[in-house]
Structure formats: structure tokens, C-alpha cells
């Protein structure tokens, strides 16, 4: 569990930085730019987060593509993950199209919203949800899920970076006005960003909805061996999620209604029952998937030498290890001119 108490350790420390750091930025900048206290903070800890996560990268041994989950080439990295653009757009709509049905969702927001409004709304949230799936897929799934992986195994890094995926979106952005920050506004504003852990069963069925999202990502990730198709499929959730967000309401005070979270109004026990049947779809689709694009191995006929093996391109060890029983054996017997040795 080395790696995963590394990687929990850098985002405590993340944390601690922007505790500890932010009110003497603030002192800093605010005389010259009118940036919210809170803003700075969070850009502290991000700022802290790229510096460890590129120190433990390296020292982890993390950092080159494969551990990153690039390992595919870049042509065929592309297509996967805009094959599962499609499919996280299309099946987080079906979810959107199910909470309407069920009159759980209010549109009047949406009334009146112009084509072009529309058109920027949508092209804006679809590069929201790249830059968030870009960002922490490589993170979860990627860094930290190999570094879990290679010590613990696939098992424990999909629950592991599950837990860490669900836990960090209780993060909440905290304001202090400008007239109110101290001394102790850093402190103030961690207590503020993680006031939602205080009562954990208000969060509860997000939080389990999240998490089953998080292993069902992560599953894909053990099957495919990249995230591509993670990158894809979060970021088409969280494309739609973010434009149901701006053009709906959660409709309270209906029988059903608890099946959206207090949290977002969408997440809950209605995606968390739509996740689970989703997700063994998905990984069916993935796990035939992987299998179709192995490369497969095409031996030769019995008695002939492929022009295309290892050891007709010359590989040694290939040739060593191909070598028949009768081959080693008249290697072994005394001939009349030893070999000359080479000095």
C-alpha cells in the first residue's frame, strides 16, 4: 500500500498548503487583483497537487505513458476515447430522459434559451467535461491505479482509487468575503471545503453512486489496459451532466424525489441502480473488445521457418529458445574443429 499512501499523502498535503498558504498569497495579490480568497486557495492546492504528483511520479516510477494509461498509439488512443464520448453522451441522456419521465427534473430554466445560447452552452460544457476527465482519469486511473496495481493488484486499485474518485467531489468551494479574511481564513476555508464529511449519511447515496461509478471506470481500465475509453466515458457524463445542470431544477416534494441526492440534485440512488446496470454492459462490451484487438500469434507450420518470428529477425533469444531438442543435443556432442575462440 506504498503507493497509495503516497498519493493520499500528496493530496493531505495539497490540502495543508492551501490551509497554510493562502491568506499570505492573498496578502500578496490582493492590493494589485481582485481575486476571491477562495479562488486563490484552491489554485494553491492544485498548484501544490502538480508539484507532488510530478515528484511522485518520477520517484514511483510512474511517469512514462503506459503507467499514465497512454500506452496506445495515439491514433487508435483517439478513436477509443471518442467512441466512449459517444457512449458516456448517450447513456448519461438516457439517465436525463428517465428522471423526466419519472417528473423528477423541472425545464422551465430552459424556456426561452436561444439556439446560439444553446449551441455556446453545449460546446463550453463538452470542454469542461474533456478538461475533467482528461485531468482526473489520468491521476485515478492512471498513475495512481498503476502504482496500487503493481504492488496490491488490480482488486485493490479499483476499490482504492474508487473511494479516492467518490471522496474528492465532497469537496466543496467555500467563500470568505474579502472584508471577513484573517489570519485564520486558511483554516476557515479547509473546514469549509470538507464541512460536507461532517454529516456523512446527508451524502451517503451520492457518495455510494460515485464510488460505483469510480469501479466501474476503473474495471474498464483494468480490462483495456489505458484510459482512453475512461477518459471518453467520464467526460460524456459529465458533458451532459453539466448541461441538465444549467437547463433543469430537481423537482422536491415528489414521492420520488429521493432518488436525486441533497448534494446535486442528479446524482443518487436512481444513477446508482442505472450505474450497476450499466456497468456490466459496458465492461461485456470492453472485455470482448480487448479481446478482439490482442494481437494474435500465427505459428508457422510444423518443419518451416516464418520469415516474420523473432528469430528470422534475428533476435537471439528467440532463436535460442526456439531451437528443437535435436539442435541443442548436436550442440553439444565434440566435433573435430572446436570453435575458435575470439580474444
Given amino acids: 500500500m506504498r503507493a497509495f499512501a503516497l498519493f493520499l499523502g500528496l493530496m493531505l498535503l495539497a490540502l495543508a498548503a492551501m490551509a497554510v498558504f493562502s491568506y499570505p498569497a492573498w496578502l500578496l495579490l490582493h492590493p494589485h487583483f481582485d481575486f476571491p480568497f477562495h479562488r486563490i486557495g484552491e489554485r494553491i492546492g492544485m498548484l501544490a497537487l502538480l508539484v507532488g504528483f510530478v515528484l511522485i511520479a518520477r520517484r514511483a516510477k510512474l511517469g512514462d505513458r503506459c503507467s499514465l494509461g497512454y500506452g496506445l498509439p495515439r491514433r487508435l488512443f483517439v478513436r477509443e476515447l471518442l467512441r466512449a464520448l459517444a457512449i458516456g453522451a448517450v447513456t448519461m441522456l438516457l439517465i436525463v430522459a428517465i428522471m423526466t419521465g419519472l417528473g423528477l427534473l423541472n425545464w422551465s430554466e430552459a424556456q426561452g434559451i436561444s439556439g446560439a445560447r444553446l449551441a455556446s452552452l453545449?460546446?463550453?460544457?463538452?470542454?469542461?467535461?474533456?478538461?475533467?476527465?482528461?485531468?482526473?482519469?489520468?491521476?485515478?486511473?492512471?498513475?495512481?491505479?498503476?502504482?496500487?496495481?503493481?504492488?496490491?493488484?488490480?482488486?485493490?486499485?479499483?476499490?482504492?482509487?474508487?473511494?479516492?474518485?467518490s471522496a474528492t467531489h465532497f469537496f466543496a468551494s467555500f467563500h470568505i468575503p474579502a472584508q471577513q479574511v484573517s489570519a485564520a481564513s486558511g483554516l476557515?476555508?479547509?473546514?469549509?471545503?470538507?464541512?460536507?464529511?461532517?454529516?456523512?449519511?446527508?451524502?451517503?447515496?451520492?457518495?455510494?453512486?460515485?464510488?460505483?461509478?469510480?469501479?466501474?471506470?476503473?474495471?474498464?481500465?483494468?480490462?483495456?489496459?489505458?484510459?482512453?475509453?475512461c477518459i471518453g466515458l467520464h467526460a460524456g457524463w459529465v458533458w451532459v451532466m453539466l448541461v441538465a445542470h444549467e437547463l433543469t431544477r430537481p423537482v422536491r416534494g415528489q414521492p420520488l424525489s429521493f432518488l436525486l441526492s441533497q448534494f446535486d440534485g442528479f446524482v443518487g440512488w436512481l444513477v446508482l441502480g442505472w450505474t450497476v446496470v450499466l456497468g456490466f454492459a459496458l465492461l461485456s462490451f470492453y472485455r470482448r473488445h480487448a479481446v478482439a484487438a490482442a494481437p494474435r500469434l500465427i505459428l508457422p507450420p510444423a518443419g518451416s521457418r516464418d520469415s516474420t518470428s523473432p528469430g528470422a529477425r534475428g533476435d537471439p533469444a528467440a532463436r535460442d529458445s526456439t531451437a528443437s531438442p535435436s539442435d541443442s543435443t548436436a550442440g553439444s556432442q565434440p566435433t573435430d574443429n572446436p570453435p575458435r575462440r575470439h580474444r
Fill in 122 to 165: 453545449i460546446g463550453a460544457r463538452l470542454l469542461s467535461g474533456l478538461a475533467v476527465g482528461l485531468i482526473e482519469e489520468t491521476f485515478l486511473r492512471g498513475a495512481m491505479f498503476t502504482g496500487i496495481e503493481r504492488e496490491s493488484g488490480a482488486p485493490a486499485a479499483i476499490i482504492l482509487t474508487s473511494i479516492v474518485y
Fill in 188 to 229: 476557515a476555508l479547509l473546514d469549509g471545503t470538507l464541512h460536507l464529511f461532517a454529516d456523512p449519511l446527508q451524502i451517503a447515496d451520492a457518495f455510494l453512486c460515485l464510488f460505483a461509478v469510480g469501479v466501474v471506470l476503473a474495471c474498464i481500465r483494468a480490462v483495456t489496459g489505458n484510459i482512453a475509453a
